[in-house]
């Protein structure tokens, strides 16, 4: 079973703040995912990495931007938060290739005020 | 490209019925990867299955099924005698050789099991 682990879960906060979602995993994953889901609705990618120092953005453009310089640790910042982005952020990881699953952490549910 | 389709948006069944959620699939890739997650109220996301496209047996767990048809492009899933604790959004995912590991996941199917 995978260990992935997302801070803070609930989150409410004004308009204009800046936020960083964390994300962490113990299993030495080289690839690390976010994804943005309404509730009970389709999730989007909307970033991803394949390892350190990598990062690129996914099929859904977000204001959003993350940072992969450690192998376990892979944060989401907001440098301003508006209404639009309240949703659910859902962090995965996955060993390697396209054969893998992802394994996904509790996520952070996102509300802007 | 790829796509998943899971046409069903919510089924609704009495505790014991049976549900069969359809997942359709296109891709190029000759080599590809289908997976199912649940996602319960709580939200998060709990890989349940995943099949490569050269296996196409059918696989049962407990109560789960997952019937794998390359032929119509289909991957379903079946809970046999459904239980409360199966109310949860069920999604099909995909991957292929091009997508370097990204899954490309269908709409999400929700199931409500009542007493």
């Known amino acids: 079973e995978a260990d992935i682990y997302q801070t803070p879960r609930y989150l409410v906060i004004g308009t204009g703040k800046k936020i960083t979602l964390e994300c962490s995993q113990t299993m030495g994953h080289d690839k690390m995912y976010w994804y943005q889901q309404d509730p009970g609705m389709e999730l989007h990618l909307i970033h991803y990495?394949?390892?350190?120092?990598?990062?690129e953005k996914g099929d859904l453009s977000s204001e959003s931007t993350v940072s992969r310089i450690r192998t376990e640790h892979f944060p989401l910042t907001l440098e301003s938060a508006r209404p639009s982005h309240t949703s659910q952020y859902l962090c995965a990881s996955s060993p390697g290739g396209f054969s893998y699953e992802q394994y996904f952490g509790p996520g952070t549910r996102l509300t802007v005020t | 490209a790829q796509k998943v389709t899971q046409a069903q948006t919510e089924i609704s069944v009495v505790e014991k019925e049976d549900v069969t959620l359809d997942c359709v699939y296109e891709t190029r890739d000759t080599t590809y990867y289908l997976f199912w997650y649940k996602q319960p109220p709580s939200g998060e996301l709990v890989f349940l299955i995943r099949?490569?496209?050269?296996?196409?047996q059918n696989e049962i767990s407990g109560r789960y099924s997952w019937n794998f048809q390359k032929s119509t492009s289909s991957f379903n899933f079946t809970i046999t005698a459904s239980q409360v604790v199966d109310s949860a959004v069920y999604f099909c995912a995909l991957s292929g050789t091009d997508s370097w590991g990204k899954l490309q996941f269908g709409a999400g199917t929700q199931v409500v099991v009542t007493p």
């Open positions: 990495s394949y390892g350190v120092n990598s990062t």
């Open positions: 099949r490569n496209s050269f296996d196409e």
